[in-house]
């Protein structure tokens, strides 16, 4: 996991609201979200380390631990460089730093020169790093060894379903970013919203259902929507299902039901 996605998800599932943190902390909220999407480039870059630095601070987890993640990612190169080499080029930069101090010619220019020289760097270390895809989904994506690693059984409910018919649209929309899991015992099918998504995906899923035991894991129940329905009947579980936090949503039949496990963190 990407070090600002683990912060995030310690944010959320202790349910520190990033507007709080904004409040107390005076941070523009389009700032904090852009710290927790490592969209570093969209803040400017002097503030990018106070900025960080305050949020690590309101969240409650080691500040130097964070800010020596924070550092090793900006320094990532995408030509391959490693990190030693970028200590080697920092070394070079301290050399020449101490060599214009012992000519005395730190005058004011030279102080405006090197400012906007490394501010420059800094923006372009940032828009070398692009995030893939595949870190977006990483970030979404909730496993079944998560749910018995992080999260506790909150509560289980069994409904019935009877007046379903078969065969069954199961229709999921996510008004948030979101990740959806649809399995049984032999295969399954993964589902991502984004909220700045890198494709076009919609955030409507619809699956049919054949009557067969199915599972589906969803990462987040809020602001959300879940319907079944066939030729002659509809349901709709949405107000059932929400949760902050991780739900399992198991459909059966003989006779037709829907189990519903709410899970919270653990401690």
Sequence with gaps: MIFYNKYKK????NNIDLKDISKRTKIDLKYLRALEKGKFADIP????????????????????????ELHSFLNQKSNGKSFNSSRDDQSKDSNFLR???SENLFNSAVFVGIALFLI????????????????????LRITKSDLIEYYTLRSE??????SISNPVTIRFKSNIENYIHFYDNFSGKEFFVFEDSLINQANTFTEQWNGQEKVF?????VDYELILFSDDSYADFSKNIIND?????????????????KYLPKN
């Design 10 to 13: 310690f944010r959320i599932e």
């Design 45 to 68: 870059p002097v503030y990018v380390k106070l900025f960080f630095k305050a949020y690590i601070s309101e969240i409650g987890v080691d500040i130097n631990e964070a800010l020596f």
């Design 99 to 101: 060599k214009v101090n």
């Design 120 to 139: 420059y760097l800094s923006i372009s270390v940032n828009s070398n790093y692009k995030i893939s895809q595949k870190d977006f989904e990483d970030e």
């Design 157 to 162: 409910e069994v409904m019935s379903i009877e």
């Design 217 to 221: 894991l969803i990462a987040n129940t």
């Design 245 to 261: 936090f991780p739900v399992e949503v198991i459909l059966k039949s003989n006779p037709y039901s829907i189990t519903i496990k």
